[in-house]
């Protein structure tokens, strides 16, 4: 069954690390662009991040920029998101999914079907 999983999440003090996952099954992400949308309870959905198909063009939303990365690994066919200095309003599960990478991508999270299941990251002391 062709689908994106999510990996990585966890629990993490205000100011720790964590990379985050997302890895294809049954399908290669050689070709594809890939996003990085966040929910938080009571939240609308926020786009966080996403990466061209040939890695070289990223976007970031602003409450990330200069904190968090974004890569990929054809070799490893998956997509990493690397959160550094995370506050407690990086709290979320976070989700991927092939997406367009442009900066309006990610003003349009609400709109996406996301089918995956996501992984929780809890930032708190």
């Known amino acids: 069954q062709a689908q994106l999983v999510e990996s990585g999440g966890g629990l993490v003090q205000p100011g720790g690390s964590l990379r985050l996952s997302c890895t294809a099954s049954?399908?290669?992400?050689?070709?594809?662009?890939i996003g990085w949308f966040r929910q938080a309870p009571g939240k609308e959905r926020e786009g966080v991040s996403c990466?061209?198909?040939?890695?070289?063009?990223?976007n970031y939303a602003d409450s990330v920029k200069g904190r968090f990365t974004i890569s990929r690994s054809n070799a490893e066919n998956s997509v990493f998101l690397q959160m550094n200095s995370l506050k407690p309003e990086d709290t979320a599960v976070y989700y991927c999914a092939a997406v367009p990478c442009t900066p309006f991508t990610l003003t349009q999270a609400t709109l996406l079907e996301l089918r995956g299941q996501g992984t929780l990251v809890t930032v708190s002391s």
């Open positions: 049954g399908f290669t992400l050689d070709y594809l662009s």
């Open positions: 990466i061209s198909s040939a890695g070289g063009g990223t």
